[in-house]
């Protein structure tokens, strides 16, 4: 069975650093991507970015481009989500999900959630003014 998990959540202060890591597992399909997803409180789900596993293509939404950096590290399966310069709008629970490549590209872009079949438990992530 595929399984995700989301870990690295906490309070931090404006300007301050995170690192989100995400544990994969189970995927029998060779070219599957990781995405990473957030959630503030009465907002919609917002794609943040993706990596393709298998040559490290990656994606950001303009919200994050320049202060976040995804990575994998294929021999311990994880996929990392190293976010700097935070600020409160970054406020919100934070998901990684796994899917074939295209869809996990697409529900990314796009914040079409809905289209990633494979999610791990959210981790908050708080940021103080």
């Known amino acids: 069975d595929v399984q995700l998990q989301a870990f690295g959540g906490g309070l931090v202060q404006a300007g301050g650093s995170l690192r989100l890591s995400c544990a994969v597992s189970?995927?029998?399909?060779?070219?599957?991507?990781i995405g990473w997803f957030r959630q503030a409180p009465g907002k919609e789900r917002e794609g943040i970015s993706c990596?393709?596993?298998?040559?490290?293509?990656?994606y950001y939404a303009d919200s994050v481009k320049g202060r976040f950096i995804i990575s994998s590290d294929n021999a311990k399966n994880m996929v990392y989500l190293q976010m700097n310069s935070l600020k409160p709008d970054d406020t919100a629970v934070y998901y990684c999900?796994?899917?074939?490549?295209?869809?996990?590209?697409?529900?990314?872009?796009?914040?079409?959630?809905?289209?990633?079949?494979?999610w791990g438990q959210g981790t908050q992530v708080t940021v103080s003014s």
């Open positions: 999900a796994g899917d074939q490549t295209q869809a996990i590209f697409i529900a990314t872009m796009t914040s079409e959630s809905h289209l990633c079949n494979y």
């Open positions: 189970g995927f029998t399909f060779d070219d599957y991507s």
């Open positions: 990596i393709r596993r298998s040559d490290g293509s990656a």
